[in-house]
């Protein structure tokens, strides 16, 4: 199973559309999970196209997008167990995030995380928790980014690819 990961896509406030890398990279996905702050609801619509789309709110969203999305999920992948959230509700990076993020999802394989704009691939305790970053906004020096989840055997091989 492959699952495209993105986050923070904030359009059309911050980019006017999803990057070209990302339209591609959706057509080949078998899932896509989007940790929140669409912004639009024509980004989840676009999404939806191309692949099923599974994603949560985040604190940028409007009441249109609260209709449609939970503020965080959890679900199982092909074995592998997923929580998700934006982020917003924990503390802001680093280790005492991804502590908060376990508390929030004790029985998840992988955490899926967005707010920071910042990508991120770390295992704590066992759990990989991932912040594919931001398509259309990064910040603190990080470049535009999204990420892969391929699912093997229900281990999680997960990757941050970044758009030049």
Known sequence: MRILVISDTHIPARGKELPGKVREAADCADLILHAGDLVSEQIAHNLQEAAPLHAVVGNMDPDSIQKLFPRRREMDCDGLRIGMM?????PRGGPQMDRSA?????????????????????????VWVFNPGSCTDPRDGSPRTYGWIDIKQSKPHMSILQIK
């Open 102 to 126: 376990l508390e929030q999802f004790p029985q998840a394989d992988v955490i899926v995380l967005g707010h920071t704009h910042v990508p991120k691939i770390r295992c704590v305790d066992g």
């Open 86 to 90: 934006h982020g917003d509700i924990l």
